[in-house]
């Protein structure tokens, strides 16, 4: 029999805010994934951007099995292989093509590809993508681009990343087609780095309880 995988709208549905991660050294991913999920943070991207990221995602789901720790920046259909082998748990993409979408199709990985135009919107679409990343969201900028879309594509759901800041995430929370925003400011690099794992926790914590501007 073969194992439940969620949906990525499931995935996402666990947390507010999903942090983006950027590991340089695998060594302290476990203690990192550790430090979110003590937070109230199940649900975390980590950048396939250095030599220790698919090292960081299998230390990351060996110490929280309970989370789910996905791979982004996936370009390629080596990627998603990667991605997959690492165990990932969903990927993210900055845009899509045919050839990165018949990959994450063929290897049934929840997936969050990256649009910015109504076009792409459609194509995500038409390969089966309900969930999409607005990719880059400017900041707060993205909200406004959300708004006009909900009444376009009502089925979609969106997870916009890029340049928002705390400031940002209730305005976006507050929009019926966005349920979780993507940052890099739950566990910065100064505090990774600095293996402030308490520090990070204590973000985590603030992410995970926010909600939604009031009407």
């Not at 259909?77 to 990927?91: I, L, M, S, T, Y």
Request: hydrophobic share 50%.
């Amino acid at each position: 029999m073969q194992a439940y995988k969620p949906t990525m709208r499931q995935i996402l549905a666990r947390v507010p805010v999903m942090p983006v991660l950027t590991v340089h050294d695998a060594v302290v991913a476990a203690d990192l994934a550790q430090a979110l999920v003590d937070g109230g943070i199940f649900t975390f991207e980590v950048l396939m951007r250095t030599p220790a990221a698919a090292d960081a995602i299998r230390a990351m789901v060996a110490a929280a099995p309970e989370a789910h720790v996905g791979a982004g920046t996936l370009l390629t259909r080596d990627d998603v292989k990667r991605a997959v082998d690492a165990g990932a748990a969903f990927g993210v993409s900055p845009g899509l093509t045919d050839t990165l979408a018949r990959a994450v199709n063929e290897a049934h990985l929840p997936f969050l590809p990256g649009v910015s135009t109504a076009g792409e919107i459609m194509a995500a679409i038409e390969h089966g993508f309900l969930e999409q990343k607005l990719f880059p969201a400017h900041g707060a900028a993205g909200i406004t681009w959300l708004q006009s879309m909900a009444g376009v594509f009502p089925r979609v759901t969106f997870c916009p990343t890029g340049g928002i800041k705390v400031g940002d995430v209730a305005g976006y929370l507050a929009l019926p087609n966005c349920n979780t925003i993507g940052c890099s400011w739950v566990a910065p690099t100064t505090l990774v780095q600095a293996r402030d794992w308490s520090a990070i926790t204590t973000l985590a914590r603030q992410a995970a309880a926010m909600t939604g501007a009031s009407a």
